[in-house]
């Protein structure tokens, strides 16, 4: 069965980082594109970074272009976002969601349709 787990959020002082994980299980990992997402209370979930499945191509919203990096490690089945310089605005659940790596750029690599599988997030909340 396929499984996305995301991890690293946490509480974090405004100029701070983290660095949330996406494992996943179940499935070729090294087929799949990956992307994160994040969804702030009342608002619609945003796109805001995905990684090809080989790793070797990267889209990341315009709203935190030089903050956040993504990557990935297949042999870990694991894509990491690092997220640099937080601001409150950054306050929101994280997901990871995978889509056959194919299809991903086609469909629109930061729009949540296009993905297929989601992983439960997890909560970063930019706060002093």
């Known amino acids: 069965q396929l499984q996305l787990v995301e991890s690293g959020g946490g509480l974090v002082q405004p100029g701070g980082s983290l660095r949330l994980s996406c494992v996943a299980s179940?499935?070729?990992?090294?087929?799949?594109?990956i992307g994160w997402f994040r969804q702030a209370p009342g608002k619609e979930r945003e796109g805001v970074s995905c990684i090809s499945s080989s790793g070797g191509r990267t889209n990341y919203a315009d709203s935190v272009k030089g903050r956040f990096t993504i990557s990935r490690d297949n042999a870990k089945n694991t894509v990491y976002l690092q997220i640099n310089s937080l601001k409150p605005e950054d306050t929101a659940i994280y997901y990871c969601a995978a889509v056959a790596g194919h299809l991903v750029w086609s469909r629109g690599a930061l729009r949540p349709s296009t993905y297929d599988y989601w992983g439960q997030g997890t909560q970063v909340t930019v706060s002093s």
């Open positions: 179940g499935f070729t990992f090294d087929y799949y594109a």
